[in-house]
């Protein structure tokens, strides 16, 4: 049965997702067409319900989830007295995620991740990659929940059954649930800060400290700050300074040397190499590793963790979500490159690209009047979560380290569309393209990277860049949207309930 349910096409699933959301759209079809669309719905529910489910069990019995991986290993790494930013193949038992090619290990984190993970690393790692997915579960479902809060989103049975189908067929997702990522818990944090700068439960306070748990957890969250100036969230700002300050201290205390290592030689390293690549002289040796799989009869194309064989990939997708990669290797960029070697901070060359584009989208958001909104007005709750997920647009596309993955971000963003479609009146020429602009990106990043494969093989390399695109289109169809909103005269009935 799971095998059956492993085999139901994805692209299918989505085209019969859209079919009834156009016949439960078309109202003037009459009843039946609008029941038509009501089983449609249902039926692609049910199906995407027993897919995911499966596809979830295969991958707990069959797959790596190479990121987990990581993050177990530093914890593991811990236990034994070893650093989690070493790979340790030939200890005994080995220390190694299954993945790593380097002499350094994947884990980019600060020192606390890796003690947090050390406290789920007393459990076998089959059983804690399997407890993961239903916490990728979990923190989703609280995120959506939370954003239909405090839109004040009126939601039927039918339309939490329409959510939860879009959710199960979200590439970013999907691939969270495959690797293992930790990308949900910064996106419910993003949430619980927006939330938390409302101003009629306002605790500002206790969003910069929300915001400062997600830069630790991933370190690109850094790039909030120069949006909370824009916006004059100065007690959100001293909130993320305190709570970052105190994070650190907290960290120094539990584990001092290896966070002065962190900060002093990994860090810059991280930078230097944009995450857990390196130059060749740094890579295990091939014999070494070959010699390694052969010790422990591990089948070609498979790995290991904890003495049992997981294959690597369920799929191995497009996966870039960031301009400082395509860009960074171009012509101009290494000019930039050498220039900061001039001065000795060629090791910083992939940041400072970073802090480039974010200031390109910045001066975009400046000259565009939607970065500082009008004097005197205070936003919505609607136009508040509009302005913030064009926020982590930029922050996601300007950061280093960032993968299709990461855009599970952008998965309450489909909630936006949905409280413009309940406005009543009709919509400006310029708010309906930028909100079919937004669909489109949606759809770019939601439909899967493997779906895009054949045509970056027939000659279009571009289709392998199909995140980055998506993400350009969504921070374009959100601004349009704000902007648009602004431009009205202030409406307390629309989008005005806080939670």
Known sequence: MQTFFMQIDLHGLIGLFVLGLVLQMRKAGGPGVEKAGRFVLILAFVLGL?????FMMYCAENVLQMDIACYYTAGESLWHGLSPYKTHLW????VWDGFAEFQHSRFLYPPIIANFFQLLAVWPY?????????VVVLCVTLSLWLSVRYLGLKMTPLRWMGLATF???????LMELEVG????????????????????????YLAGLYFAIAMFIKLQGAFIVPFLLLRGKWATLRGFVAGSLGIFLICFTINGPLTIDYWKNQLPRISWIAGEHGPKELRIPFQDKQLFLW?????????????????LFYDNPINNATLVRPLGTLDWAHRIYQGLGRVGLAKQGTFFLALAFLSVFLIIGLLGRFWIPPRGRTLTPLQDFIYWHAVFVVVLVSGVRTWSANLIWMLPAALILLKLHDEPGTMSPGLRFS????ISALVLIGVPDAGFRWMAERGFPL??????????????????????LLSRAPSPAFGARHA
């Open 50 to 54: 027993a897919r995911t489910v499966s």
């Open 91 to 94: 200890h005994n038992p080995p």
């Open 126 to 134: 089959a059983a804690v990659k399997t407890m993961w997915m239903p």
């Open 167 to 173: 959710v199960m067929l979200f590439a970013p997702f």
């Open 181 to 204: 990522q930790v990308n949900i818990l910064t996106m419910l944090f993003n949430i619980l800060a927006i939330r938390a700068m409302s101003r009629t439960s306002p605790r500002p």
């Open 295 to 311: 010790k422990y009869r591990i089948p070609q194309g498979m790995t290991m963790k904890q003495y049992r064989v997981y294959q």
């Open 435 to 438: 909100f079919w602009v937004t």
């Open 463 to 484: 289709f392998y860049q199909k995140c980055v695109a998506g993400e350009l289109l969504l921070f374009a169809g959100l601004a349009g949207i704000l902007s648009s």
